[in-house]
């Protein structure tokens, strides 16, 4: 039995309801952030006249270890277009981590942990069974393709959004899953 520990936002009643037969698809995302606890710090920031933030449902810690601050029956504010009818993952990485949009700070170097892929395929497998039309997958590039200027030299463009980024193991990940990833960019 998967070990999910529970941890609500504050702000969890006031997003929006949604039948479990609603989600259709999980967002991947990684935290860009140092750990787990300025995650939830983030998480808990209200930035909405609606009283929410942004937050994913869950997160994987690099030991594996699994939070839920959102339910599922509850539409999250992770990935823009999408939160209707998705499931937002986030992985406890750097990323990007402080500088997100310097020019010179665009790549992700912090690999994923063995026991981060393998809590994520095992909730990949819980969720196909709690919402029954859950058949596709992405990663928040993917599906949030806009450009931003450059921290350090405005006249550049940078990706808004670049996580999971290029060190995701798509191919672990998708193996069994059942799920058809999706892609924007093409």
């Not at 990485?93 to 790549?107: A, C, I, K, L, M």
């Not at 069974?129 to 997958?137: D, G, Y």
């Amino acid at each position: 039995m998967l070990t999910i520990h529970d941890q609500p936002l504050p702000y969890v009643a006031k997003l929006p309801e949604r039948p479990a037969s609603a989600v259709t698809l999980v967002v991947i995302h990684c935290t860009e952030l140092p750990d787990l606890a300025t995650a939830r710090e983030y998480g808990e920031r209200v930035l909405y006249e609606t009283g929410t933030g942004a937050s994913g449902h869950y997160y994987i810690d690099r030991d594996g270890s699994i939070y839920r601050y959102v339910p599922g029956i509850r539409a999250a504010n992770h990935v823009r277009g999408y939160n209707p009818q998705s499931i937002g993952i986030e992985l406890v990485n750097h990323g990007r981590y402080p500088e997100w949009y310097d020019s010179h700070r665009q790549t992700m170097t912090e690999p994923y942990t063995v026991a981060q892929i393998a809590a994520l395929r095992a909730l990949l497998a819980q969720l196909r069974t709690e919402f029954p039309n859950l058949r596709e997958i992405a990663g928040h590039e993917d599906l949030d393709t806009a450009r931003v200027p450059a921290s350090d030299d405005p006249n550049l463009e940078v990706p808004r959004k670049l996580d999971p980024g290029p060190l995701f193991p798509w191919t672990d990940v998708l193996a069994g899953s059942g799920l058809q990833r999706i892609d924007t960019r093409h």
